[in-house]
């Protein structure tokens, strides 16, 4: 029953990496993959195992495994409601009215930081919805549009990987007790930084950067068209960002997980939202209630996190995962040194940052979780941090790599193969500029990251 298990896994997975050419949203195998891997587990009465590799009844295993994964979905809908409360109110558009330069290199200059630093506040998905509706505006010609909306893509998975509610690996590892909210920033932002301004000053140096932006057709009827101002848009922006802002602090604080501080910032932001529009004979004004907004989220996505974290649990409870972690441990020894400041776990957790190019990092990420325990690599250790770079930033390489990527090319129609050839290299260029600077600066940071993890306080144990 054991090989039916990993059989299942990897059909199922083979299926979700070719979800395009098969043209079957990767939901549905996640969400079979899953429910097959956990009933071959208890038709075949497998022995399955907790988190500190002691023998338990599958009841207690299944409901530990779905409390950890629930932490995390709860999370993402509360944050993802919180961003489509903002964008339905208009909120969004305080920040791209202010954008008003017509050079190209001005232009890439301004969309890397603001997609860098709202990536990091939202999540590198929310952002590159907002940074493609904001060139749509400012870059009316798609063939120059799509450059400066590939470089937001590199520098939102940037952006996302120094913050524990920038990406969901980030949420997943803080969650799961491996980060603590000052130890990723402190270890990860430099080597962001890095991973965004390098393939920008780059690109910026290149002849299709030269020269200024191509306005507009003003025969169209809807060239230059602004949206009226919505009332309340400031006041959503501003509390939708300090909300989300609040929950970091609020599991600081209080030492709960993070989904409680989530769910108290979303009854707030509701609640604000609620009085925006107290007139009942104010128009449309269903179109901007939180009602509307829970109707907006991606439950698709929700509902792939809930598969595939369920069918990596299943791997981890069987201890699958901790024989892989073993197997790579014997071809690249964690200890060995290969380059000065690279030992071996670097080069395996590189190789899955590169992986994850291919291969979706949730699902890495969290094999990763079970493959290495939290009694040798404790909370914020190196290979935590590291991890949560690599698998952040490599999936830029790809279109199809991240989740950012994914919502670009879907909106703008990105060709794979132009992507490939035009900003592979460049992203490439970033995330070895990054993971230098992190190896680099490590041995520095580390007491500071030491003294970090003590002081933060664990929420209930990890996977």
């Known amino acids: 029953m054991l090989f039916s298990v990993i059989l299942s896994f990897i059909i199922g997975y083979v299926a979700i990496v070719f979800e395009h050419p098969l043209k079957l949203d990767k939901t549905v195998p996640a969400l079979i993959m899953a429910a097959l891997c956990w009933a071959f587990v208890s038709l075949g009465h497998l022995e399955v195992f907790d988190h500190h590799g002691h023998e338990a009844a599958l009841d207690n295993i299944l409901l530990h495994h779905i409390g950890k994964t629930a932490e995390i979905l709860i999370f993402l809908i509360g944050a993802m409601t919180i961003v489509e409360l903002i964008d339905l109110h208009g909120g969004f558009g305080a920040i791209t009215d202010r954008i008003k330069t017509t050079k190209k290199s001005t232009m890439l ?3 890397m930081p603001l997609a860098f630093f709202l990536s990091a506040t939202l999540d590198n998905l929310a952002c590159t919805i907002v940074v493609v509706s904001l060139l749509r505006k400012l870059v009316p010609v798609k063939e120059e549009r799509i450059y400066f909306i590939s470089l937001g893509v590199i520098a939102a998975n940037a952006g996302g990987a120094w913050s524990p509610i920038g990406d969901v690996t980030t949420t997943m590892l803080w969650i799961g007790n491996r980060i603590s909210v000052s130890g990723l920033v402190l270890a990860l932002l430099l080597p962001s930084i890095a991973c965004a301004i390098i393939p920008t000053a780059v690109m910026a140096a290149m002849p299709y950067m030269k020269g200024n ?6 025969s169209d009827i809807h060239a ?12 959503m922006l501003i509390a939708g960002l300090a909300g989300l802002v609040f929950v970091p ?3 600081t604080v209080t030492h709960l997980p993070p989904y409680v501080g989530m769910m108290l910032s979303l009854g707030v932001v509701w609640l604000i939202s609620e009085y925006l529009h107290p007139d009942e004979e104010f128009e449309d004004k269903h179109k901007y209630s939180a009602h509307h907004a ?29 024989d892989l972690a073993e197997a790579m441990n014997g071809v690249f020894p964690s200890d060995k040194q290969y380059l000065p400041g690279v030992v071996g776990l670097d080069l395996v957790v590189a190789i899955l940052g590169l992986g994850s ?6 699902p890495l990420v969290a094999a990763a979780m079970g493959m290495y325990s ?9 290979l935590w941090h590291f991890l949560a770079y690599s698998a952040g930033t490599g999936g830029s390489m790809l279109i199809i790599g991240s989740a ?11 060709d794979f193969m132009w992507y490939m050839k035009k900003m592979a290299w460049l992203a490439l260029l970033g995330f070895f500029a990054g993971a230098i600077v992190f190896l680099l600066m490590h041995p520095f940071v580390e007491p500071y990251l030491i003294d970090a993890a003590s002081h933060a306080a664990p929420t209930g144990g990890g996977h």
């Open 109 to 111: 200059w301004m969309v």
């Open 213 to 218: 932006i191509t306005p507009a057709d003003t």
């Open 224 to 235: 230059g068209e602004k949206n009226p101002k919505i009332k309340g848009a400031d006041t």
């Open 249 to 251: 602090i609020f599991k």
């Open 294 to 322: 829970l109707s907006r989220i991606e439950m698709s996505s929700i509902l792939f996190f809930l598969g595939i974290l369920m069918a990596v649990a299943s791997l981890e409870s069987l201890n699958v995962l901790k």
């Open 357 to 362: 190019a291919l291969i979706d990092n949730v």
């Open 374 to 382: 939290t009694e040798e690599y404790v909370m914020d250790h190196k």
């Open 404 to 414: 950012a990527g994914v919502a670009a090319m879907g909106m703008e129609k990105i």
